[in-house]
């Protein structure tokens, strides 16, 4: 069964740094389109950044110069930096596969809480 773990969000102040990681226990992501989403309360999770299996990568408008997807296949996980945080980015963060219309099962996430 697949299963997705997300983590390192926090709590951190406006304009600070953080880096999700994501890993999975049962299935490779070798070859995979990825991507971060993320869920504010009252709204339809979305997705933020994608990296194919090239490393070619692309990001929602709002994040565009401030978060960097990145991916180590090795280690098959898949990471978020994110910079210069608002507190519009306070959301729940998942990641999944971002291409076609097939998700697996998703993880808890991890929360990130931006302080104004």
């Known amino acids: 069964q697949v299963r997705l773990v997300e983590s390192g969000g926090g709590l951190v102040q406006a304009g600070g740094s953080l880096r999700l990681s994501c890993a999975s226990s049962?299935?490779?992501?070798?070859?995979?389109?990825m991507g971060w989403y993320r869920q504010a309360p009252g709204k339809q999770r979305e997705l933020v950044a994608s990296?194919?299996?090239?490393?070619?990568?692309n990001y929602t408008d709002s994040v565009k110069g401030r978060f960097t997807i990145s991916r180590d296949t090795a280690k098959n996980t898949v990471y978020l930096q994110m910079s210069s945080l608002k507190a519009e980015d306070t959301a729940v963060y998942f990641c999944n596969l971002a291409s076609g219309w097939y998700r697996w099962s998703w993880g808890q996430g991890t929360q990130v809480t931006v302080s104004s």
């Open positions: 990296i194919t299996s090239g490393g070619s990568t």
């Open positions: 049962g299935i490779s992501f070798i070859g995979k389109t």
